[in-house]
């Protein structure tokens, strides 16, 4: 990217800041009818946030920690895997709201002119809710484990916005193209089965060889799961580089789907 074009970047990006501070309340408006719609009608409420995460810890559990004796860099294997569970459930469930949510709020676009981020944006602020809920279990999983987690502890808010940051960027991404071609509505599913595997959320990154580690790299969540886990462990390092690759691809995603964004956006009545 030239001298040009970062510039023409940063400017669009304080124009779309100010524009966005402009309507916040609507975006207020949009975050807290997603957490409406999402908790209507049912029984167990926000506890859903939790039976997720931890079912799915213990189908791991057996299937992979017992069965396939997956390792676990000598931490239990239920805590190994719910500490990835915990972001990536917020990351996938993320993802799938904000690539459909332009599909999904059809009327509004055909109505009345607000920011159209406001639509991919709300369910990745709106998702920080459950993310927290089924991160209380995480804590009392720990005193369980008799697990005492380091300074790295601090980190935590600092990868929650990372995490939210590309979630956003591939949201505006996949919304724009679902505006535009209709397959993706069904493809999103798909590409979020293949990215679990290919992220350490089930195996750590040391079984991977040498030679594939650049390939990890090249994903974002690599480094952010990584990351996540080893801030709970006081016995386990931060890998700063994978670390800072992800934060790297991170920057790079979300720039590129607000500028996609912010191209598309005007066709967006018109197409949809």
């Not at 409406?36 to 057996?62: E, S």
């Not at 972001?87 to 709020?105: E, Q």
């Not at 601090?154 to 960027?169: K, N």
């Not at 919304?175 to 750590?204: G, H, M």
Request: proline share 5%.
């Amino acid at each position: 990217m030239d001298r040009g074009e970062k510039t023409k970047s940063r400017t669009m990006a304080k124009e779309w800041l100010a524009e966005f501070w402009e309507y916040r309340e609507l975006f207020y408006f949009m975050v807290w009818r997603d957490l409406k719609i999402r908790y209507r009608q049912t029984a167990l409420g926000a506890i859903w946030a939790v039976i997720q995460p931890f079912f799915t810890m213990i189908v791991f559990t057996l299937f992979f920690g017992k069965l396939a004796q997956m390792p676990s860099d000598g931490i239990a294997y239920p805590l190994f895997s719910y500490a990835a569970l915990v972001p990536w459930t917020y990351f996938s469930g993320t993802l799938a709201l904000s690539g459909n949510s332009l599909i999904n709020n059809s009327t509004l676009l055909t109505k009345v002119y607000f920011p159209r981020v406001v639509i991919p944006a709300a369910p990745v602020l709106a998702g920080l809710i459950d993310f927290g809920i089924a991160s209380l279990l995480l804590l009392f999983m720990m005193a369980y484990y008799h697990v005492h987690p380091g300074w790295a502890l601090l980190l935590w808010p600092v990868l929650t916005l990372l995490m939210s940051v590309l979630a956003l960027g591939m949201g505006m991404i996949l919304s724009c193209v679902n505006v535009k071609y209709r397959d993706i509505k069904y493809a999103i599913p798909f590409l979020i089965q293949i990215w679990l595997f290919v992220t350490p959320v089930i195996y750590p990154t040391s079984i991977v060889p040498d030679r594939f580690r650049f390939l990890m790299a090249l994903n974002p969540m690599s480094g952010l799961i990584e990351a996540f886990r080893a801030t709970l462990f006081a016995h386990r390092q931060v890998d700063w580089r994978l670390l800072g690759c992800s934060a790297g691809m991170t920057a790079l995603i979300f720039t590129l789907g607000l500028i996609y964004f912010r191209k598309t956006e005007r066709a967006f009545a018109d197409v949809i």
